[in-house]
């Protein structure tokens, strides 16, 4: 019971420290919170469950801890690419397409309204 | 159901739904069926969803036993993709180069309900290389790690899809 | 070059960080103070809780004087900040971007989680770590979210005034009935001490916390308000 929680938080610590990895290696703003977002969060799970092994009559507070990180860590994120394109960021130059620019400036004024 | 009316703020709807929600909260916290426990978690859930389901129609949902089921499968598709995520943004971090063409796409979605389409795009936010930059009206601008097409309609196919079918049945 | 000088830089961190955790120890015994502290507070009020025994009522005096501060600050703040209602959107050509329909959305879903949280830390503070101050904080970053994520939202200060001022003063008068009843100023024995560690025990201590709760938890949310326009 206790080793199957070590392993569980273990491997979150691992999603987190990938997460750290992805923030420094990635190109540009908008892949990095990418990065951070997703292994963050799995992270999170990761150790929250193994908490939930290590003491199980936590386990129904954690599940509610979990639901709130799956629901506003993207949220976040969604909050912090959008100021950050709307302030016009620059972007990788691998970049393909950015049809939200694109929108933009049909609509005739450069700042996302 | 769904009408998209921002907030006629009349509309007590929403307020059972609310009430259950935070009063199975309130008992999960407090780990304790004592009696003083549900009194008084009855009355402050009560006065909370009160004044939170007058605010806004984002509670307007309808629990029935089949979209009980589809909440369950859509959970099971969320964290099959979740881990699929990861494992994909573990082979870009640790690659000695990373060789990706990110791009912002728009794809095409048709959940109406608020609920629906925030569950929709924090699932896209957790799949693998999507995260949502901003939604209007019926197009969502998808900031996507490696951009496969341009098309909204394929983009949309693969993206939004896997989550949709579900999150329709369940939200509305 | 730069990377030799984060290397070095990390290393003496982890070196000092490393001394740190090395010498830590917990401490074996407590303070004789304490001691007399932990064994009065669970006999006398019947407050597992002894910070908030102590906070409440052995130093009831000095928190309505925290309490006092906090309301001062909130009326300087509305001194030097209110007055013009004006909205400062009016600005030519600098239109304010649109909020996110969906951080809105998740706002609406999370707020009564917070505020339930809230109301559960205050509920709380003589049986576990919590408190009215702790549980009024946690109230009053709600307000920020709401006022962040939703900036159409209007806040009604008059509600929030008499709400704040009607918990002063019953506060004040727990504090009278105190002296009248039972041994001083905001002594909590005025009401039965109840069956320790129930929701409903410790005598006058859950009252004055949540008391203390709604009133941190407007008086900050009113700061806030004022700071954004």
């Known amino acids: ?113 | 159901m769904n009408e998209q009316a921002p907030t006629d703020g009349k509309g007590i709807r929403g307020l059972p739904v609310l009430w259950l929600l935070l009063f199975i909260l309130w008992l999960i916290v407090n780990a304790s069926l004592a009696t003083p426990i549900l009194i008084t978690g009855a009355v402050i859930s009560f006065a909370i969803a009160l004044i939170f389901a007058r605010r806004s129609n984002v509670w307007h949902i309808a629990v029935t036993p089949r979209s009980a089921w589809h909440f369950l499968t859509y959970t099971s598709v969320f964290f099959t993709e979740l881990v699929k995520a990861n494992l994909n943004m573990l082979r870009y971090v640790y690659s000695p180069r990373i060789d990706i063409h990110p791009g912002i796409v728009r794809v095409r979605i048709r959940l109406k309900s608020p609920i629906g389409r925030l569950a929709l795009s924090n699932s896209i936010a957790l799949t693998p290389g999507s995260l949502v930059m901003d939604v209007r009206g019926e197009t969502m601008f998808v900031h996507w790690l490696d951009v496969k097409t341009t098309d909204p309609d394929q983009a949309t196919e693969m993206i939004v899809a896997p989550f949709e079918k579900h999150l329709e049945a369940v939200f509305g | 070059m730069k990377a030799a000088s984060s290397l070095l830089a990390v290393l003496l961190f982890g070196a000092v960080f490393a001394g740190i955790v090395g010498g830590y120890g917990e401490r074996e015994s407590v303070s004789a103070l304490a001691e007399q502290y932990l064994a009065m507070v669970p006999r006398e009020l019947g407050a597992p809780n002894v910070v908030t025994g102590i906070l409440i009522t052995y130093r009831g005096f000095d928190t309505l004087g925290e309490v006092a501060v906090l309301f001062m600050v909130a009326a300087g703040v509305g001194v030097l900040l209110g007055g013009k209602d004006t909205t400062t959107a009016s600005e030519p050509g600098r239109e304010p971007r649109r909020p996110s329909e969906l951080v809105g959305n998740g706002a609406e879903i999370t707020l009564p989680l917070i505020f339930l949280f809230g109301a559960y830390v205050i509920k709380n503070g003589h049986l576990s770590a919590g408190g009215g101050f702790q549980g009024g904080a946690v109230v009053a970053s709600g307000t920020m979210l709401l006022m962040l994520a939703l900036p159409a939202t209007k806040l009604n200060h008059g509600f929030l005034g008499v709400t704040e001022s009607l918990a002063g003063v019953v506060y004040v008068g727990i504090g009278i009935l105190g002296l009248v009843f039972a041994a001083g100023f905001l002594d909590s024995h005025i009401l039965p001490l109840g069956e320790f560690g129930t929701l409903i025990s410790a005598g006058a201590i859950p009252v004055i916390s949540a008391l203390l709760g709604v009133k941190v938890g407007a008086e900050l949310s009113v700061i806030i308000d004022r700071f954004r326009n």
């Open chain 1, 1 to 113: 019971m206790e080793l199957t929680g070590s392993i569980l938080v273990l491997t979150g610590a691992f999603f987190l420290f990938s997460a750290g990895l992805g923030l420094l290696r990635m190109p540009d703003t908008f892949t990095r919170i990418q990065a951070g977002t997703k292994a963050s969060t799995l992270g999170n799970i990761l150790v929250l469950a193994g908490l939930g092994f290590y003491h199980p009559d936590w386990a129904l507070k954690l599940l509610v801890v979990a639901y709130f990180v799956l629901m506003t860590n993207p949220l976040s994120s969604h909050a912090l690419s959008r100021a950050a394109h709307a302030i016009r960021t620059p972007m990788a130059p691998s970049t393909m397409v950015d049809a939200l620019r694109e929108e933009g400036d049909r609509q005739g004024n450069g700042d996302v309204s």
